[in-house]
C-alpha cells in the first residue's frame, strides 16, 4: 500500500498584486532593487496566506499604504520554463487613492528604489511584454464593472 504526502504534490509559485489608482486615474508601480523591469505593489504569497491576505500585507510592506479587501481582477496561469516553475498571479483591484494618500508612500530601500504613476498606455514602457498584457486584463476586468473576472493561460515565453 503506498502512503500518501501532501510534501510529494507540485510546487506552484504564487504571487498577488494590486492596482492601485490616484485621482487622475493613473496607477501605482514600484521598482524592484533585484531586477531591471517594474512591477505593481505585491508578492509573493507565503504558506498558509490567501491571496488577497498577501496582496493586503504586501502593499502595506512595500507602501506603507492600507488597501481595503478588494476584489480579483485577473487570475494567470504560467506553465513551467527554462526560467522557472509554474505560477499562478492574482491581481487584485487596490482602490483610488484619496488626496495626500500618494504623498505618504514609503518605500523599503532594500527591496525597492523607486515609485511613480503611469498610465495604461505607459505599460510597455516598464514591464515585460507578458506581465504588461496581465495588467492590460486586470484593466479590461476592473473596467467591466462587478461581474469582470478574466483568466488566462500563458506562454511562458512572453512572461
Known sequence: MTTFSYESLPKKRTASGAIIRNGEGKFLIVKPTYRPDWLIPGGTIEQDESPLTCCIREVKEETQLEM????????????????????????????????????????????????????????????????????????????????????????????
Request: proline letters at 7%.
Open 68 to 159: 481595503p479587501a478588494a476584489r480579483l481582477l485577473m487570475l494567470a496561469y504560467c506553465p513551467r520554463d527554462a526560467y522557472s516553475n509554474e505560477m499562478l498571479q492574482f491581481i487584485f483591484d487596490g482602490g483610488v487613492l484619496a488626496d495626500g494618500q500618494a504623498a505618504k508612500i514609503e518605500l523599503p530601500t532594500d527591496e525597492l528604489s523607486d515609485y511613480r504613476f503611469i498610465s495604461p498606455a505607459e505599460m510597455a514602457d516598464y514591464f515585460r511584454p507578458g506581465f504588461a498584457h496581465w495588467v492590460g486584463l486586470a484593466f479590461k476586468a476592473l473596467q467591466a464593472g462587478a461581474g469582470g473576472v478574466v483568466y488566462v493561460e500563458e506562454d511562458p515565453e512572453v512572461i
